[in-house]
């Protein structure tokens, strides 16, 4: 297929707002930071995940996988609350290499899966290992989403036995506005982020941060300076 490394500007019939934000992190000086997880909803981790969360009374944003919500939406529907779903495309295709139309196709169908069985709006869309194209952009645009990327993640295969090295890693480097990717789906490395997530979240509120959702962050970064909640 044709479109995804072309100008983002290739098809100006598509083009419905003046810009679209692409997001590594937010702009606040306000401590808060938005820790989000990737590929779910799945069986073997994402239940464990969400019973971390509940233990450490935060929340967090899953970028959701719309196949995997037609096939395991029981598992999250009832234990979202406070939590946010973002839109993670159909099947995790790469999205650079497709074009407007198929982009849009992917998208909707998981927007559509995610209001059905989760009674979630998403406005939010994370592409897949991060890459997109000019068509990523004007999907987006035609959806109203917003692309959120991540400026700190878990480095499962650096800290594979080392979880309390994971958990220092985040903890040191995190800023205000920081959006954390983790992953709630895959094989045993999700077990690193999973042990590490205590003494991350412990770590990063002892620096006098607050864990919001994705959402909830860009709103406080629109914020003008100096209001407060």
């Not at 946010?84 to 290499?97: C, F």
């Not at 998403?122 to 109203?144: E, I, K």
């Not at 506005?177 to 982020?193: F, P």
């Not at 959702?213 to 909640?229: K, M, N, Q, W, Y």
Request: no cysteine; net charge negative.
């Amino acid at each position: 297929m044709s479109g995804g490394y072309a100008s983002a500007a290739d098809n100006q019939d598509a083009v419905g707002s003046s810009s679209v934000s692409v997001r590594y992190f937010v702009e606040t000086s306000r401590p808060l930071v938005a820790l989000t997880f990737d590929d779910g909803p799945a069986p073997k981790y994402t239940p464990l995940f969400l019973d971390a969360l509940a233990d450490a009374g935060i929340p967090a944003t899953f970028f959701m996988v719309g196949r995997n919500v037609r096939d395991n939406y029981g598992l999250v529907k009832d234990r979202l609350a406070g939590h946010e779903v973002g839109n993670h495309t159909w099947a995790h295709r790469d999205l650079a290499t497709m074009d407007l139309p198929a982009i849009q196709d992917d998208l909707r169908r998981t927007h559509e899966v995610i209001q059905e069985k989760l009674g979630r709006t998403p406005t939010l869309v994370r592409p897949p290992f991060g890459h997109f194209g000019g068509s990523t952009v004007l999907a987006a645009d035609s959806m109203a989403y917003d692309l959120i990327l991540w400026d700190r993640q878990m480095h499962e295969r650096r800290f594979k036995d080392d979880p309390a090295g994971q958990a220092r890693d985040i903890v040191d480097t995190v800023r205000p506005g920081s959006i954390i990717l983790a992953h709630d789906a895959g094989d045993q490395r999700r077990l690193v982020a999973l042990k590490a997530l205590r003494d991350i979240v412990s770590g990063v509120k002892a620096r006098g941060f607050e864990f919001v959702t994705v959402s909830d962050l860009i709103a406080d970064g629109a914020r003008p300076s100096g209001e407060g909640h």
